[in-house]
C-alpha cells in the first residue's frame, strides 16, 4: 500500500521509528515534538517557501547570537515561553505558596560578576539614574535565617542597556554577587530600575513587528540566588510605579514580585541614596524540588504506560492528554 504522506499514520510511522536504545523520557518528549509540529504543518497547510522561510528565521537566531545576547531566549520570551517554561518549573521546585516567586532569567545574565561585601554598590560608573539601597533577609519555609547564600544581581543602565550592550559602560557595571551574613541578612546600594525596550533588531523584533506588539519591559531587577542544599531561584523584582507591569512585552510579571520602592529613611540616608527596598527571600530545599521533580516524572510515566496498554498512545500525542 502507498503511503501517505499527509496523514497521522505518516506522523506514526516517523514517531515508531525511535529505536530501542530511545529512553522513555526523550521517546514521551520527542514523540510529542514530531506530533505537535506534524498537526501544525497540516492544520496550516505550510508550503515548501514557508517552511524555508521558518527555516531560515531559525537560523537568524543562531547568527545573531553571541556571548552579549542571547536571540533564542529573546523569541522564547516573545512567545510567552520562558514565562511559562518558568512557572512549570516553579511547580516543580515546590518555590510556589511559601517560597518567592520565580521568574524568567531573560538574555543578559552573566556569570562571574564582582563580589562585593554587604553594603558595597553595584555603580562602577556614574550613569545617572536615581539610588536606592536594597536591604533583606534570606531564610528557608521556617523562617530560618540562611546565611552564606548567594544572592547575583543585575539591571540595566537608564538608557535601557545593560553593560555588555552598551560600549560606554564598563565591564560588569551594575551587576553584583553578595553573601548573606550570619543573620541571613544582605543590602547593596544599586539604582531605581529603568523600563527599556528589549532589543528589535533581530528574529524576535520581527515577531514583534509581525504581531503589532511593543518591545517595552517594565524596569525590574534580576536575582539568582543559590545556596548548597536549596532549590536556586531566579526571579525578578519589578518597580509598581511603571506603567509596564501591566504591559510587559515578554509577559514575566507576577503580582507577587511587583514592589514599592520608598523614600529613603534615616537609615538609607545614610547611604546617600534617595529611595530604598526591603524584600526579604524564602528558599525551598533541594530535596522539596527532587520530590516534586519524581512525582512529576513519575505521573508522566504511568499514563504513558497506560495509554501504551490500550493502544492510545499516538491519540495521546494528537489531544495532547500526555
Not at 515508531?16 to 536504545?21: D, S, T, V, Y
Not at 527555516?55 to 556571548?67: A, K, L, T
Request: with cysteine.
Amino acid at each position: 500500500m502507498e503511503q501517505s504522506f499527509t496523514d497521522q499514520s505518516f506522523t506514526d510511522l516517523v514517531i515508531g521509528a525511535m529505536g530501542p536504545k530511545t529512553t522513555p523520557k526523550m521517546r514521551r518528549i520527542l514523540g510529542s515534538l514530531i506530533q505537535h509540529i506534524h498537526d501544525f504543518t497540516r492544520e496550516n497547510h505550510i508550503t515548501v517557501d514557508e517552511w524555508l522561510a521558518g527555516v531560515e528565521f531559525i537560523n537568524r537566531i543562531g547568527q545573531i547570537s553571541d556571548d552579549k545576547r542571547d536571540e533564542g531566549i529573546l523569541v522564547s520570551d516573545v512567545f510567552g515561553l520562558e514565562s511559562l517554561v518558568d512557572s512549570l518549573t516553579n511547580q516543580i521546585g515546590g518555590a510556589a505558596g511559601q517560597s518567592t516567586e520565580t521568574a524568567i532569567i531573560g538574555p543578559f545574565y552573566r556569570s562571574g560578576s564582582p563580589r562585593y561585601p554587604n553594603g558595597a554598590s553595584i555603580i562602577q560608573k556614574d550613569v545617572g539614574g536615581e539610588l536606592a539601597w536594597v536591604h533583606g533577609r534570606v531564610t528557608d519555609k521556617q523562617g530560618k535565617p540562611l546565611a552564606g547564600v548567594e544572592l547575583e544581581v543585575w539591571h540595566t543602565a537608564p538608557n535601557g542597556l545593560y553593560e555588555q550592550q552598551d560600549p560606554d559602560q564598563p565591564e560588569y557595571n551594575l551587576r553584583g554577587t553578595f553573601t548573606t551574613d550570619e543573620n541571613g541578612k544582605y543590602d547593596y546600594i544599586c539604582l531605581r530600575p529603568t523600563s527599556y525596550p528589549i532589543p528589535y533588531d533581530g528574529p524576535a523584533g520581527d515577531l514583534l513587528r509581525l504581531m503589532d506588539r511593543h518591545p517595552n519591559r517594565p524596569s525590574h531587577i534580576h536575582w539568582r540566588v543559590t545556596k548548597q542544599g536549596y532549590h536556586s531561584l531566579i526571579t525578578q523584582i519589578y518597580d509598581s510605579r511603571d506603567d509596564y507591569v501591566t504591559n510587559d512585552a515578554v509577559f514575566a510579571v507576577k503580582d507577587g514580585l511587583v514592589v514599592e520602592f520608598t523614600d529613603a529613611s534615616d537609615e538609607a540616608k545614610k547611604r546617600n541614596v534617595q529611595f530604598e527596598l526591603a524584600y526579604d527571600i524564602t528558599l525551598s530545599t533541594s530535596d522539596e524540588a527532587a520530590a516534586a521533580l519524581k512525582r512529576r516524572d513519575e505521573i508522566l510515566l504511568k499514563k504513558e504506560q497506560e495509554l501504551a496498554k490500550t493502544g492510545q498512545v499516538q491519540t495521546a500525542y494528537r489531544n495532547g492528554s500526555h
